[in-house]
């Protein structure tokens, strides 16, 4: 049973152009969300986090957006570079001391020059 | 630098044989993580430390055990109960429960 739903395996998009990768979950304890981004071979980095007291974080080039009653997150690329080009991974995790987190499936962006 | 270093890249397993995975981490985190990715696959948890001492199962532990015995320190060991080993191996750490920091990750692979 998937909590975390990235529903579309990749997303290619032009260089300078949005990157939009979506991310649903199904449960509702669930209260602090990350996308990490990963190249081949390596570890994921944190990207961007957003808490579900707030609807929009923004840094640099990159937003995310929740939607807490669609159980639904986005991370908004603008512009895109071809430097984006990589697995995007969405996780969340619940309330709680002891939660862990869970990870989406990821997002493979390529961003074309 | 600080940062979490796992070794070796690339590790090369035997039938029958147990192996061990190296995770430390300066960044005097207190909780270390290990997941495993497969092709096409989000992140799956397998063990976790909140603190020295003391770790807990994650969603796929079966074949695996760990250690912690130095906060810095969080090995972990496939043995020959893991019936499907090859995957890439990452470790992670961090202050709380939140942003999580992960090392390069390790390649194993069956002969």
């Known amino acids: 049973d998937q909590q975390v739903k990235q529903n579309s395996p990749s997303l290619s998009v032009q260089e300078g152009r949005i990157s939009i990768l979506n991310c649903d979950y199904t449960?509702?304890?669930?209260?602090?969300f990350l996308w990490y981004k990963k190249y081949p071979a390596e570890g994921p980095t944190f990207l961007i986090s957003?808490?579900?007291?707030?609807d929009k974080n923004e840094d640099g080039r990159f937003t995310v957006f929740l939607n807490k009653s669609a159980k639904h997150l986005s991370l908004h690329i603008v512009p895109s570079q071809p430097g984006d080009s990589a697995v995007y991974f969405c996780?969340?995790?619940?309330?709680?001391?002891?939660?862990?987190?869970?990870f989406g499936k990821g997002i493979t962006l390529s961003v074309r020059p | 630098d600080g940062g979490i270093t796992q070794s070796p890249k690339y590790l090369f397993r035997k039938e029958g044989q147990n192996v061990t995975l190296s995770c430390e981490q300066n960044?005097?985190?207190?909780?270390m993580y290990w997941y495993r990715q497969d092709p096409g696959q989000g992140l799956r948890l397998i063990y976790y430390?909140?603190?020295?001492?003391?770790?807990q199962k994650g969603d796929i532990a079966e074949g695996y055990s760990v250690s912690r015995e130095k906060k810095e320190s969080f090995p972990l060991t496939v043995t020959s109960a893991q019936k499907n080993p090859t995957a890439f191996y990452l470790c992670?750490?961090?202050?709380?429960?939140?942003?999580?920091?992960f090392g390069p990750g390790t390649r194993l692979l069956v002969l």
């Open positions: 449960n509702s304890m669930f209260d602090y």
């Open positions: 960044l005097n985190h207190d909780a």
């Open positions: 957003i808490s579900s007291i707030k």
């Open positions: 430390s909140q603190i020295v001492n003391d770790f």
């Open positions: 996780a969340a995790l619940p309330t709680g001391a002891n939660s862990k987190l869970t």
């Open positions: 992670a750490s961090s202050i709380g429960v939140e942003t999580q920091y």
